[in-house]
């Protein structure tokens, strides 16, 4: 019961990846803005890669 849950948690969160790096929401962050000097668009990839990197630690390292 414990590795099904896991595995629906991991098949959400590659979901939730797929959805935030394809086109439609990535169009949302192409701003001429700047965040802390770095324009917004590399900023909020790193800072999405980053939460799905923690997330993903998160759901591994549990248990």
């Given at each position: 019961?414990r590795?099904?849950?896991?595995?629906?948690?991991?098949?959400?969160?590659?979901?939730?990846?797929?959805?935030?790096?394809?086109?439609?929401?990535?169009a949302?962050?192409?701003?001429?803005?700047?965040?802390?000097?770095?324009?917004?668009?590399?900023?909020?990839?790193?800072?999405?890669?980053?939460?799905?990197?923690?997330?993903?630690?998160?759901?591994?390292?549990?248990?």
């Amino acid at each position: 019961m414990r590795e099904s849950l896991r595995t629906q948690r991991l098949l959400a969160l590659f979901g939730a990846g797929l959805a935030l790096f394809n086109f439609p929401l990535l169009a949302l962050w192409d701003r001429d803005v700047l965040v802390f000097g770095v324009p917004l668009f590399p900023a909020a990839l790193f800072a999405l890669w980053a939460l799905l990197i923690a997330l993903l630690a998160l759901i591994l390292e549990r248990g």
